[in-house]
C-alpha cells in the first residue's frame, strides 16, 4: 500500500503517517520525489485505506502487482548500486567480464588484467560452479575465492562470483566478495534467497532460464522485502523451441523489466546464446535496449578453458568491443 503526500504536505503531516504505519505494526518506506510517497512495507492485504487519510495526504492505493518493493509504483525513483568507484543503473552501461569459472591462479590473473585493460569495471569469476553434470568441473571452491580476491588486489576491479548455497555465506564474507550472484538454477531457492536478503552486499539474481518476469520479479521482492534492496537483475536468456544456440535472450523482458522495476538490469550475451560470435552483436543489442550493462565471459585462452569454452572471447576480442562500447 501506497500513501500520496500532497506536494505542500509539511514535514508534521508526514510525522504522523509514519507514527501511524508503525503504531499498527508496519514499516515505512519513504520515497521523495516531487511530492513524497510514504510505502508500507509487508502483507496490507488486510489494512483499511481509509485510516490514512489525514491531512496533508492526497491518495493511498494499493499496489496492483504482487511484487511490491521491486516495484516503481512504490519506490519511482531508479536504484543506483554503488561498489566501489562503479555505478550500476547509473549513467553509463557497466560491463562485468571474466572466465566462466576461476582455474588458477595464472589463468584468473592474466584473464583480469587484459580485462581490466580493456576497460571492464567488475571482474567475474565462478569459484562455485553449478553444472548439469555431476562429471563436469565443479570448480575449485574456497581456493577460487582467494584467487578472486588477490585478482581485486592487484587490479582494483571489484570481484563478482556465484554463491550456491546459504551455508557459503561466511566463506564469500571472509574473502568480502564485492557481488554475491545467485545463478539461474538458484533463482527459486527460497532458502538461499532469505538468507542472502539478510545482508547488505550487492546480489546480482539471474533470472531462472524457465522463469516468467513475474516470478523473476518475486525473487527480487525476496531479497528486498528481506532488508536487501541492493539488488541487480541479470537476463541470461530462457529455453525456447529454438535448439540453434544456448538459450534465447529474452530483450522484451528487459524493456518491460525497465518500465516495472526500479532496479538495475544488466544482459549475460555469453549464456544468452552460448556462442562466441554472437556475444558481441548481443552485448550491442543489450545496450541499445536500455540495459544497465552487460556481463561477459572472457578467457584469456578460450579454447582451454575448463567450462562454457565455445562462448568465452578471447582478450582481443573483448578489447575491440569494448572500444566500440566506451565513447
Ligand atoms: C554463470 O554466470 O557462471 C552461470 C552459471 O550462469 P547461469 O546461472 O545464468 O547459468
Ligand atoms: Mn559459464
Known amino acids: 500500500m501506497i500513501v500520496l503526500m500532497k506536494r505542500d504536505a509539511t514535514k508534521r503531516q508526514m510525522d504522523r503517517v509514519i507514527n501511524k504505519i508503525k503504531e499498527i505494526g508496519f514499516q515505512p518506506h519513504i520515497d521523495h520525489g516531487i511530492s513524497t510517497l510514504i510505502g508500507i512495507r509487508g502483507d496490507t492485504s488486510s489494512l ?9 495526504v492526497e491518495g493511498v492505493k494499493r499496489v496492483s502487482k504482487p511484487y511490491k518493493e521491486v516495484s516503481k509504483e512504490f519506490h519511482p525513483k531508479k536504484t543506483v548500486i554503488k561498489i566501489g568507484d562503479v555505478e550500476i543503473g547509473g549513467s553509463y ?20 588484467e587484459g580485462v581490466k585493460e ?28 582467494k584467487i578472486l580476491a588477490d585478482a581485486r588486489a592487484k587490479t582494483r576491479l571489484p570481484i563478482v562470483s556465484e554463491i550456491m548455497n546459504q551455508t557459503q555465506i561466511d566463506l564469500f564474507e571472509k ?6 550472484q545467485i545463478g539461474a538454477r538458484n533463482m527459486q531457492n527460497f532458502d538461499l534467497l ?59 523482458a528487459v524493456a518491460l523489466i525497465k518500465e516495472l522495476s526500479h532496479l538495475p538490469i544488466i544482459v549475460d550475451p555469453s549464456h544468452g546464446t552460448g556462442i562466441q560470435s554472437m556475444v558481441v552483436p548481443l552485448t550491442y543489442a543489450a545496450i541499445a535496449v536500455g540495459a544497465d550493462g552487460v556481463m561477459v565471459e572472457v578467457h584469456y585462452k578460450p579454447q582451454s578453458a575448463k567450462c562454457d569454452a565455445n562462448q568465452q572471447l578471447n582478450l582481443i576480442q573483448f578489447k575491440e568491443m569494448m572500444r566500440s562500447i566506451i565513447r
Open 93 to 112: 552501461p557497466v560491463v562485468i567480464a571474466g572466465p566462466c569459472a576461476v582455474e588458477d591462479e595464472r589463468q584468473l590473473l592474466k584473464t583480469a
Open 48 to 56: 483499511d485505506p481509509n485510516i490514512f487519510y489525514m491531512d496533508g
Open 194 to 252: 532469505k538468507a542472502i536478503g539478510q545482508l547488505k552486499r550487492p546480489v546480482l539474481l539471474k533470472r531462472g532460464p524457465s522463469s516468467s518476469v513475474e516470478e523473476f520479479l518475486l525473487s527480487a521482492e525476496y531479497l528486498l522485502s528481506s532488508g536487501n534492496r541492493n539488488v541487480i537483475l541479470c537476463e541470461r536468456g530462457i529455453k525456447t523451441f529454438e535448439t540453434a544456440y544456448r538459450n534465447v535472450l529474452d530483450f522484451n
Open 175 to 180: 574473502y568480502d566478495i564485492d557481488v554475491l
Open 118 to 145: 580493456g576497460g571492464a569495471h567488475l571482474l567475474r569469476g565462478g569459484a562455485f560452479k553449478p553444472r548439469t553434470s555431476p562429471y563436469s568441473f565443479q570448480g575449485i571452491g574456497e581456493e577460487g575465492l
